[in-house]
């Protein structure tokens, strides 16, 4: 493995010329992709140089095992134990440093959440699920702008019948990648008179927006229509077409944005859900052609999937496919959503190297 490193270090000191280069600089997109592949490249890089500092003080480290003084030897023995655990974390991170790249890492996502059965309180639990979104994210720094939002009052709560919201930050992608699917949540909702526990569901998507060249739609294939925008019961929001409708034609999607006051901005919206949807038809097409093993995986990104369920009598929450079970919903519905995402990376990623075959020599 470790004879390809070099060859990393060569890259990075082209791809910081490149960066130089003022065709590169006025061209925003070519610095966007360069700099993504830089800031990989560069990762590597140091942990290659990290992981060689750590072997020159694990030989010096041993050199001392050899010293005349008893209290030495010890130090050194202490020193040998500390080390050998170090380089043997370095080779496991430059490993994961190695797989191939998602192509989505360092994308915005849009992340699509819609009740599912259950009626209101399906509505309502789509709601939690964006705040517990929202905050996760704030905390993250991640920016969350809202394209398009379907709601509905339930008493003196509002929830969701869909939202539509668009995420971006550095590490939008890699945090919330593995939400796709369908979560059940099984409470006691606020129209229950009789205390009894009811279960219902939500959908979330997760969607990379694709850049400009991956998906190119022809204005041909499109029917856009404009009508007055309508808020929850049927009220009038506006005295404008200031609401857009898309239609794709050879797919038949549709998508509809009616949040802005203003046309273009609802109509600029509905095309890029419309494109990261197009995007996702194509994934989802591409998985079904891999194989079963990877089909299993835990990015599988299925929106029929039922992935995780939400207690909230008990405090749990179980994410089903990894086998993960935590008593601390009420944390985790507050944004504490750490230790939940770590896991789910983790086990991503312990299937991307069992898939690999990169040795660690």
């Not at 964006?130 to 398009?148: N, T, V």
């Not at 709560?157 to 995420?167: D, H, M, N, R, T």
């Not at 005295?239 to 109509?267: F, Y």
């Not at 993960?324 to 190297?353: F, P, R, W």
Request: hydrophobic share 40%; charged share 30%.
């Amino acid at each position: 493995m470790f004879e390809k490193l070099a060859a990393f270090e060569q890259h990075l000191e082209v791809l910081n010329r490149q960066l130089m280069d003022p065709d590169v600089v006025s061209n925003p997109a070519k610095l966007r992709d360069l700099s993504r592949e830089h800031a990989h490249v560069n990762e590597i890089v140091e942990a290659w140089h990290e992981h060689r500092r750590l072997e020159r003080e694990l030989a010096d480290a041993r050199t001392m095992l050899q010293d005349d003084d008893p209290e030495m030897r010890e130090m050194a023995r202490d020193e040998v134990e500390r080390l050998e655990a170090e380089l043997e974390e370095s080779k496991r991170r430059i490993r994961l440093l190695l797989l191939p790249r998602d192509p989505y890492e360092g994308r915005p996502i849009l992340l699509e959440i819609r009740a599912g059965t259950g009626g209101d309180e399906a509505a309502l639990f789509a709601a939690d699920l964006f705040r517990m979104y929202a905050r996760y994210g704030e905390a993250k720094g991640l920016r969350f702008e809202i394209l398009s939002s379907n709601t509905v009052s339930v008493g003196n709560a509002q929830g969701f019948k869909e939202i539509i919201v668009s995420v971006s930050g550095q590490d939008a992608y890699r945090l919330l990648r593995f939400e796709a699917g369908v979560h059940r949540v099984q409470r006691v909702p606020l129209t229950e008179s009789q205390g009894r526990i009811h279960t219902s569901a939500a959908t979330v998507a997760v969607m990379p927006e694709p850049d400009e060249v991956e998906i190119h739609v022809d204005p041909k294939d499109l029917r856009i229509d404009v009508m007055r925008a309508g808020g929850p019961g049927g009220q009038s929001v506006n005295t404008t077409d200031s609401a857009v409708r898309i239609v794709h034609i050879p797919t038949g999607l549709i998508v509809q944005c009616q949040d802005e006051k203003s046309q273009h901005k609802n109509r600029e919206k509905a095309m890029r859900v419309l494109k990261a949807r197009l995007l996702e038809k194509e994934q989802a097409e591409r998985a079904a052609q891999e194989s079963a093993a990877r089909k299993a995986m835990v990015g599988s990104g299925d929106r029929s999937e039922r992935i995780r369920t939400y207690n909230f009598p008990q405090n749990r929450l179980t994410d089903h496919r990894i086998g993960l079970t935590l008593y601390k919903l009420d944390a985790i519905m507050g944004g504490d959503m750490d230790e939940l995402v770590e896991a789910l990376n983790a086990a991503h990623q312990a299937e991307l190297l069992a898939e690999s075959g990169i040795d660690a020599g």
